[in-house]
């Protein structure tokens, strides 16, 4: 079992930067794959970033390649989103999941735990 607590949304300008932290509890968090996703109002839930692991392969949704980096630390059961030139279009509920099994996937019916999420917002 594996409970998921984000936190670091908030309120932005465009072109601002935002860094989410994903706090897991359990002694197996560098075990699973960690991903991030969102669900902005009337949409589906789309992938953002993944990591497996050992934090060595990361793999990112086309819309936030080369503006957004994921990271983890395994010793503090943490994994980041670092979110840079953010645009009014990333505006969403952002949540974090874990993955068994160590390797990570794009599909949000792949990961076994999410967290809450937490808001964030850009103004234009």
């Known amino acids: 079992q594996v409970q998921l607590v984000e936190s670091g949304g908030g309120l932005v300008q465009a072109g601002g930067s935002l860094r989410l932290t994903c706090a897991a509890s359990?002694?197996?968090?560098?075990?699973?794959?960690m991903g991030w996703f969102r669900q902005a109002p009337g949409k589906e839930r789309e992938f953002v970033a993944a990591?497996?692991?050992?934090?060595?392969?990361?793999n990112y949704a086309d819309s936030v390649k080369g503006r957004f980096t994921i990271s983890r630390d395994n010793a503090k059961n943490t994994v980041s989103l670092q979110m840079n030139s953010l645009k009014p279009e990333d505006t969403a509920v952002y949540y974090c999941?874990?993955?068994?099994?160590?390797?990570?996937?794009?599909?949000?019916?792949?990961?076994?735990?999410w967290g809450q999420g937490t808001q964030v917002t850009v103004s234009s």
């Open positions: 359990g002694r197996t968090f560098s075990s699973y794959a």
């Open positions: 999941a874990a993955r068994g099994g160590g390797y990570s996937a794009t599909l949000s019916t792949q990961y076994d735990y």
């Open positions: 990591i497996i692991w050992s934090g060595r392969v990361t």
